[in-house]
């Protein structure tokens, strides 16, 4: 029988709204005084409600229980404001809970933000010394790790540099250098990791795996990216609201993630998505002659995403296309209209309205989330297709092949007919 090493029963964590939350004791008293008299808070925000216009409170997290198994590696997945990270505060004893009982077997790394545990004007070196004393070890215990911590972090050259001037990423690279290779029973990491490159976060997941498999380490992993939690973990939780709605499988946990994104949303009404570049009014799946498609689509027949937008200032890198992403959420390719030059010079100010071809011959039989996507190129999202975004949802069925052999669905994602010819 596996051994818990996290238990938490009946958790919830409760937020009073209003209160006072200043830089210093000095701002928190006068807030207080003026709070008391009746009086405009002296360090308020101009426009913001006063402390008794505001409501009670809230419950970010909200009488949950769970278990995690040793050497487990758990994905905490929810959108914003769901309560993970003050799950992840709580259990790393940042933060206390209102109520409820949380016990845990081993000790505990946390890569919470970027910097967590960092003393700004101490050496990279000295902070990895700080950060195993902090943990409970011994200066010998962190001397036989230390070689290795700074040759993962990869900032050998800079690490008698004080941190605090350290990029974002040396920050990161570092901090998870520390958290992952101190020894530590339960290593918890939120989404600071996307702050790093690709390679580095794969190199991260990697490593998480390897300490959790090899070493039995537990792993409580928090990410936006399914792909990389898809990659990395075995178990997952839900949360929506502070409330648990699914845990066990991954890849169920996942499923249940995205199908509560991408329903009960109207995607006729497109006014939350407007911004200074363009308003949106179309964006749909269209076939051959332009009717928008209500059915299964076939691997073989022509099919179109139709976008129909107001410009109203242009930009010279202004972009705009549509992602395709599988029921895990797994990213099968983006497209955007600067792939075809000739048709992006065309783009005017007014209306516009563009078609993208969905190729045929490509997807496999399954369901997909078409998500529209726009930004000003490496400069800003307008619309992210990795948060909020408009969307459609396909059916692939049938169409993938000619030949008696095999017309069912293949393996895989994709389903291409390949060309195959005889050499004489």
């Avoid at 709070?35 to 402390?51: C, L, Q, V």
């Avoid at 600071?192 to 537990?218: C, H, N, P, W, Y």
């Avoid at 563009?354 to 996507?373: C, V, W």
Wanted: aromatic share 10%.
């Amino acid at each position: 029988m596996s051994e818990n090493v996290i238990t938490v029963t009946n958790l919830s964590k409760y937020y009073k709204l209003g209160q006072y939350n200043n830089s210093t004791f000095f701002q928190d008293l006068q807030s207080f005084i003026a709070d008391k008299r009746g009086k405009e808070d002296p360090n308020g925000k101009i426009g913001a409600k006063s402390r008794a216009e505001l409501e009670d409170g809230f419950y970010a997290l909200d009488d949950i229980s769970f278990t995690i198994e040793k050497g487990s590696r758990v994905g905490i997945i929810g959108r914003n404001g769901a309560g993970k990270s003050t799950l992840l505060k709580i259990l790393s004893q940042i933060t206390p809970p209102t109520k409820g009982e949380i016990r845990i077997k081993g000790r505990i790394a946390s890569l919470l933000e970027v910097g967590t545990g960092f003393h700004h004007e101490m050496t990279g070196r000295e902070n990895i010394y700080l950060n195993g004393a902090i943990m409970g070890m011994s200066r010998k215990q962190i001397d036989k790790k230390i070689d290795e911590i700074i040759d993962f972090s990869e900032i050998g050259e800079h690490i008698d540099t004080p941190v605090k001037r350290y990029s974002s990423g040396m920050y990161v690279r570092l901090g998870f250098a520390v958290a992952a290779n101190l020894e530590s029973d339960i290593l918890i990491a939120d989404e600071v990791l996307a702050v790093g490159d690709a390679e580095f976060q794969k190199k991260a997941i990697g490593k998480m795996s390897d300490i959790s498999t090899g070493e039995g380490r537990t792993v409580l992993f928090v990410s936006h990216q399914m792909n990389a939690v898809k990659a990395l973990c075995n178990k997952g939780i839900v949360l929506n609201k502070g409330k648990i709605v699914k845990q066990g499988d991954i890849d169920d946990c996942i499923a249940e993630y995205q199908k509560g994104i991408y329903s009960n949303k109207d995607t006729n009404d497109f006014s939350e998505f407007e911004n200074e570049f363009f308003s949106l009014q179309a964006f749909e799946v269209i076939d051959k002659d332009g009717k928008k498609v209500s059915g299964p689509l076939s691997n073989d027949e022509e099919h179109y995403v139709r976008i129909e937008f107001d410009m109203k200032k242009m930009h010279t890198a202004f972009t705009i296309g549509y992602a395709v992403y599988d029921s895990m959420g797994t990213v099968i390719y983006w497209t955007n209209i600067t792939d075809d030059e000739n048709e992006y010079k065309k783009m005017s100010l007014g209306k516009n309205v563009i078609e993208g071809e969905i190729p045929k011959h490509f997807l496999n039989e399954g369901s997909y989330l078409i998500k529209m996507m726009a930004s000003i190129h490496f400069q800003e999202w307008l619309i992210n297709p990795e948060n909020d975004c408009p969307f459609t949802e396909i059916t692939i069925q049938g169409g993938l092949s000619t030949s008696p052999f095999w017309t069912l669905k293949r393996p895989g994602i994709c389903a291409p007919r390949v060309r195959w010819t005889r050499k004489d």
